[in-house]
């Protein structure tokens, strides 16, 4: 059985049976867990869309001389590191 499908009584006597550092990391773990989440779903829907589509995304797309990507980095890289 995995650890998402027991029960909460099944879940609190597998906790009960760790060392306590173990259990020490569980804690830090699920707090790092609600934080994370938290953080997540403090995001207004407005918000979340800023993010997903920043402004400065295509900032470039006019630039003729990155109109072609891989020969502009080449070219970059080329320059930095010239072949010897």
Sequence with gaps: MYLSNMET??????????PPTARQELEQF???LKLRYARQNSLTPDERTRWMNPEFFGMHADREDMADSDAYIRKLRDEQWPAK
């Design 9 to 18: 009584q099944q879940l609190l006597s597998e906790i009960a049976t760790l």
């Design 30 to 32: 699920l707090m790092e």
